[in-house]
């Protein structure tokens, strides 16, 4: 049976031209092409979009449902996300804000690995979570293992690249994730906590398998990924490859066409992401808190067939934080400091472990 993804659109139009433009979206999100020399009654009949209905939600802005053939998106994440907004993102006044997937999308996509009770497993954590990157951009690796093991001392869930961090030949991936292991591997002997470190991964297909291989080889079971630069079919591909690795995905390139709620809170979710970064309110990024408690409402939600996604909030994260975004965001979630936490410089291990006590005493 071809089912049908419900994909709901944000739409800027005047009344007179509004049922014009849903039928226009339909059709390019399914056919691309005029429907008259249509005639084959498979392609009429379960491929082209199908408008299901039209709702004015005030100021000329209306909110469009279109029905899109499950079967259009191959089963594959880039022509998952080409069906739903494709052409349509070149177009002014549209947005994509949510989208309804049927079992058998869900089934075939299969979402998070571990999932919210597979990332504290991890760790041995039964509330929230705690988390770091590393940075800044040109920093050495024997400085960046330097760093890790002083964070890690302070009893740190996870500590994440800086998702800029690549392949550079001042940072070469090869080079920096052994040492950087190992350095938190050490840390975590002392300490008790098995804090976990997460790799950044770059590159086409071939050369991301390279380096989950040596991950593999160092003991490291988890990633960072940015669904946006990399796509979305890798993403999806990976996930499937290495069923027992946690994916975090990083939000880079996230932001234009389509919702934030609905891009972190459910399309990664469904893409893979056991742990979804976005931006936190009150940091540099102006997300409200409104969009905050949607992102982590969509992630946390039960659905069946799907493992629940941890919501990462980022920026504007200090340690005096902690209690108010614990008690706005509850027991799951991972907060992750950045910058705040690295401007301690030589008191480092002693802020972090600050930090984590006041994340676990939650």
Not at 93 to 114: K, M, Y
Request: glycine letters at 10%; one cysteine or more; charged letters at 20%.
């Amino acid at each position: 049976m071809n089912t049908r993804i419900t994909s709901v659109y944000r739409v800027k139009a005047d009344a007179s031209t509004i049922e014009t433009r849903a039928r226009g979206i339909a059709v390019e999100q399914s056919v691309e092409m005029p429907l008259e020399p249509i005639d084959d009654p498979f392609v009429i009949n379960d491929i082209i979009g199908r408008v299901e209905e039209i709702k004015d939600t005030g100021g000329g802005w209306y909110e469009v449902r279109v029905g899109l053939a499950s079967i259009t998106t191959g089963c594959d994440g880039g022509q998952l996300i080409n069906m739903l907004l494709g052409n349509t993102s070149l177009q002014e006044g549209v947005f994509l804000i949510d989208a309804e997937f049927p079992p058998d999308v869900i089934a075939a996509f299969a979402g998070p690995n571990i999932g919210l009770d597979g990332v504290r497993a991890r760790v041995g954590a039964k509330g929230a979570l705690s988390a770091t990157a590393l940075k800044p951009q040109g920093t050495p690796p024997a400085t960046l293992a330097r760093l890790a093991y002083d964070i890690a001392l302070g009893g740190i869930d996870y500590i994440k690249d800086d998702h800029g961090i690549a392949d550079q030949f001042y940072c070469p991936f090869a080079a920096r994730l052994p040492v950087i292991a190992e350095a938190v591997h050490m840390a975590a002997k002392k300490t008790g906590i098995a804090t976990r470190y997460l790799p950044s991964l770059n590159g086409d297909l071939d050369k991301m398998r390279a380096q989950i291989a040596l991950c593999r080889r160092h003991g490291v079971d988890g990633v960072l990924i940015a669904p946006m630069l990399c796509g979305f079919a890798q993403v999806q591909t990976l996930k499937r490859e290495n069923p027992d690795f946690l994916f975090m995905t990083h939000p880079s390139m996230a932001g234009g066409h389509i919702d934030a709620a609905f891009y972190f809170g459910k399309l990664v979710r469904l893409l893979g992401s056991d742990a979804s970064v976005f931006c936190n309110y009150g940091g540099r990024f102006g997300y409200t808190p409104e969009l905050c408690t949607r992102i982590s409402r969509w992630c946390l939600e039960e659905t069946p067939g799907l493992k629940r996604c941890v919501p990462v909030p980022a920026g504007g994260m200090e340690l005096k934080r902690v209690p108010e975004l614990l008690e706005f965001f509850s027991r799951d979630v991972i907060l992750l400091i950045g910058g705040s936490l690295l401007a301690t410089k030589q008191n480092i291990t002693r802020e972090t472990a600050a930090f984590c006590d006041a994340v676990r005493r939650f």
